[in-house]
């Protein structure tokens, strides 16, 4: 329809250029499904916008088009209904599950996420860093593009050496298996356990230090329990990721990459990039940036986190042909990464195809989360507590088997979770709490999957059969249904643009409230219409079944 009002326009004299600039979707239904504010061409016609409005009003017409209104400098569609009924259903049952799709992109694009360290398991922030990476993942690939997962494992660095040491002085040879432990958790005991012993022997920061240096001089026995406690947590790792239903096609390992960073750093002091300080620390001077000093390599020799990214953003290139590259990272590494495309500029790198997508941190009703101090939300203990809270509500309304009810709840949990973590422009700290997350009503993912299920149920209970109807004189429910039905391509490619899963959360939920308020208030099994109402029952379930994949959510036939 957009397509249409635009060649109308085009006919009418104007260039397709200022149409696409300036055509609008009114916030208020009442001014039209789309306004074209009349301000633009005022200057090069001499006239005043309103005398435009009204003239153009008077001249466009169409038989897609019910109406062309003037109001103001502003000139209002109003789509034939019955037209776009037409239209939109015959193009989602035709598409189906590519409805909304494109192919309009065919970029070669990285989405790194989310690079966990192998020190701990992973919490809550880990879960929307995930939540966030696949979903984008996902609308990229919708969009015609090949998309890359990538998951760059940190698993060296003084934090590593922290859960190793506390491990080495009081593990006392124990292991996951002896203690019934989960492997990534086992590990990230020991981490706590070091920051509450380095509050009572502050020298315990130097060993750890000295753990490192040892670790990167080659030490066997140091790296024998490198290894041993890495393993652990690696196992660990890829249980929560399958558990969420996260797979990469590439990992990266930060003790493979830093040696060619160090040469890098090295190479940046030959060249006068970097500068060697007095204490023998290696540094780069971004003052002129705005970002003050950083240190690359230690007094020591050691290696910082920066040093091995500055190696691995070339890298990645060079193995896949990349276009682009997005760091999936809290904004609490805004200054990392400026401070990494600063130096990378300086070595003559193009930045301009590296991206830091930074979302907000997730904090719990009770404040804010502590890896050091083990008061985070960890990942599989949330996902099973909310399992559990979702288990006690299918208990109430059926009577399952053990392993339905075990299915079942894993993705009703999951739907909460991701929707939860979703639905905030993720550029914005959120507050997460697991008793509203799953309520099976309101702005949530259940309430989703439960509106589908629905739907489903609809079309179980009734003889659909596409194409036996005529759509004639809709409803404005009908109406608002088709409307909102009709837009999500516009809704897919506006979330491409700005990597805001957020924009798809919104509207699987709009979209969801408008079908339950068209089913309670039009009658479907029985009603004249019915083979009608059947079809905008059966488009709703596509649309938003195809929503909840760009999500990561999967739905279920019933709840």
């Given at each position: 329809?957009?397509e249409?009002i635009?060649?109308?326009l085009e006919k009418?004299?104007m260039q397709r250029e200022?149409?696409l600039?300036?055509?609008e979707v009114p916030?208020d239904?009442?001014?039209g499904?789309f306004?074209?504010?009349?301000?633009a061409?005022a200057k090069s016609?001499k006239?005043n916008?309103?005398?435009i409005a009204?003239?153009?009003?008077?001249e466009?017409s169409?038989?897609?088009?019910?109406?062309v209104?003037?109001?103001?400098?502003?000139l209002?569609?109003?789509?034939?209904?019955?037209?776009?009924?037409?239209e939109?259903i015959?193009?989602?049952?035709?598409?189906?599950?590519s409805?909304?799709?494109?192919?309009n992109?065919?970029?070669?694009?990285m989405?790194?996420?989310?690079?966990p360290?192998?020190n701990?398991?992973?919490?809550?922030?880990?879960?929307r860093?995930?939540?966030?990476g696949e979903?984008v993942s996902?609308?990229?690939?919708?969009c015609?593009?090949k998309?890359i997962r990538?998951?760059?494992?940190n698993?060296?660095?003084v934090?590593?050496?922290?859960?190793?040491?506390s491990?080495e002085?009081w593990?006392?040879?124990k292991?996951?298996?002896?203690?019934?432990k989960?492997?990534?958790?086992?590990?990230?005991?020991?981490?706590?356990?070091?920051?509450?012993?380095s509050k009572?022997?502050?020298?315990l920061?130097?060993?750890?230090?000295e753990?490192?240096r040892k670790?990167?001089a080659g030490?066997k026995?140091t790296l024998?329990?490198?290894?041993?406690?890495?393993?652990w947590?690696?196992?660990?790792?890829?249980e929560t990721?399958?558990l969420?239903?996260v797979?990469?096609d590439?990992?990266?390992?930060?003790?493979?990459l830093?040696k060619?960073?160090?040469?890098?750093v090295?190479?940046?002091?030959k060249?006068g990039i970097?500068r060697?300080?007095?204490?023998d620390a290696?540094i780069?001077?971004?003052s002129?940036?705005g970002?003050?000093?950083k240190v690359?390599?230690r007094?020591?020799?050691?290696?910082?986190y920066?040093?091995?990214d500055?190696?691995?953003?070339?890298l990645?290139?060079d193995?896949?042909?990349?276009?682009?590259?997005?760091?999936?990272?809290?904004?609490?590494?805004?200054y990392?990464f400026?401070?990494l495309?600063?130096?990378?500029?300086k070595?003559?790198?193009d930045t301009?195809?590296?991206r830091h997508?930074s979302?907000?941190?997730?904090?719990l009703?009770?404040?804010?989360?502590k890896s050091r101090?083990g008061?985070v939300?960890d990942?599989?203990?949330?996902?099973?507590s909310i399992?559990?809270?979702?288990?006690?509500?299918?208990?109430?309304r059926?009577?399952?088997s053990?392993k339905?009810?075990?299915?079942?709840?894993?993705k009703?949990?999951?739907?909460?979770?991701?929707?939860?973590?979703?639905?905030?422009?993720?550029?914005?700290?959120?507050i997460f709490n697991?008793?509203?997350?799953i309520?099976f009503?309101?702005?949530?993912?259940?309430?989703l999957?439960y509106?589908?299920?629905r739907?489903?149920?609809?079309?179980?209970?009734?003889k659909?059969?596409?194409e036996?109807?005529?759509?004639?004189n809709l409803?404005?429910?009908?109406?608002?249904l088709?409307?909102?039905?009709?837009?999500?391509?516009?809704i897919?490619?506006?979330a491409?643009?700005?990597?805001?899963?957020?924009i798809i959360?919104?509207?699987?939920?709009q979209?969801?409230?408008?079908f339950?308020?068209?089913?309670h208030?039009?009658?479907v099994?029985g009603?004249e219409?019915?083979?009608l109402?059947l079809?905008?029952v059966?488009c709703?379930s596509?649309v938003?079944k195809?929503?909840?994949f760009l999500?990561?959510i999967?739905?279920?036939e019933?709840m």
């Amino acid at each position: 329809m957009k397509e249409i009002i635009i060649k109308l326009l085009e006919k009418a004299g104007m260039q397709r250029e200022i149409i696409l600039q300036n055509l609008e979707v009114p916030k208020d239904s009442s001014l039209g499904d789309f306004a074209f504010p009349c301000f633009a061409l005022a200057k090069s016609l001499k006239k005043n916008p309103v005398e435009i409005a009204k003239k153009l009003a008077s001249e466009i017409s169409s038989p897609e088009i019910e109406k062309v209104e003037a109001k103001g400098p502003y000139l209002n569609f109003f789509i034939n209904g019955d037209f776009l009924a037409k239209e939109t259903i015959k193009e989602i049952e035709k598409e189906k599950n590519s409805y909304g799709s494109s192919s309009n992109s065919k970029k070669r694009i990285m989405v790194e996420y989310p690079s966990p360290n192998t020190n701990k398991p992973l919490h809550l922030g880990h879960l929307r860093n995930m939540a966030i990476g696949e979903s984008v993942s996902r609308i990229l690939e919708y969009c015609g593009n090949k998309v890359i997962r990538a998951n760059l494992v940190n698993d060296r660095g003084v934090h590593i050496c922290k859960s190793m040491l506390s491990y080495e002085k009081w593990g006392k040879g124990k292991t996951p298996k002896s203690e019934n432990k989960k492997p990534d958790h086992f590990v990230g005991d020991y981490y706590v356990l070091f920051n509450k012993k380095s509050k009572e022997n502050p020298n315990l920061e130097e060993e750890a230090q000295e753990c490192l240096r040892k670790w990167e001089a080659g030490d066997k026995k140091t790296l024998a329990l490198w290894k041993k406690m890495n393993g652990w947590a690696m196992e660990g790792l890829k249980e929560t990721y399958a558990l969420f239903g996260v797979k990469h096609d590439k990992e990266y390992f930060e003790s493979c990459l830093y040696k060619k960073g160090k040469e890098i750093v090295e190479l940046g002091l030959k060249k006068g990039i970097f500068r060697k300080r007095e204490d023998d620390a290696i540094i780069v001077d971004l003052s002129k940036e705005g970002f003050g000093e950083k240190v690359l390599l230690r007094k020591d020799g050691t290696s910082v986190y920066i040093t091995q990214d500055l190696y691995l953003a070339k890298l990645k290139f060079d193995e896949f042909k990349l276009d682009s590259s997005i760091y999936v990272v809290g904004n609490e590494q805004i200054y990392h990464f400026n401070v990494l495309f600063s130096i990378l500029r300086k070595f003559g790198i193009d930045t301009s195809k590296l991206r830091h997508l930074s979302y907000g941190m997730v904090e719990l009703p009770e404040g804010k989360m502590k890896s050091r101090e083990g008061n985070v939300v960890d990942a599989d203990d949330l996902i099973l507590s909310i399992q559990s809270l979702a288990k006690e509500e299918l208990r109430k309304r059926f009577t399952l088997s053990k392993k339905e009810l075990n299915d079942r709840s894993l993705k009703i949990a999951l739907a909460a979770i991701k929707y939860m973590l979703l639905k905030i422009d993720i550029s914005k700290n959120t507050i997460f709490n697991p008793k509203e997350a799953i309520k099976f009503e309101g702005d949530t993912g259940p309430y989703l999957l439960y509106s589908y299920a629905r739907a489903k149920s609809i079309l179980r209970k009734a003889k659909y059969h596409p194409e036996k109807y005529e759509i004639k004189n809709l409803n404005d429910m009908e109406k608002h249904l088709v409307n909102q039905l009709s837009i999500f391509p516009e809704i897919v490619s506006e979330a491409l643009k700005s990597y805001s899963p957020n924009i798809i959360a919104n509207y699987a939920f709009q979209l969801s409230q408008m079908f339950n308020e068209f089913y309670h208030s039009d009658k479907v099994i029985g009603s004249e219409q019915e083979q009608l109402r059947l079809s905008l029952v059966s488009c709703f379930s596509q649309v938003l079944k195809n929503a909840l994949f760009l999500l990561g959510i999967q739905v279920l036939e019933k709840m």
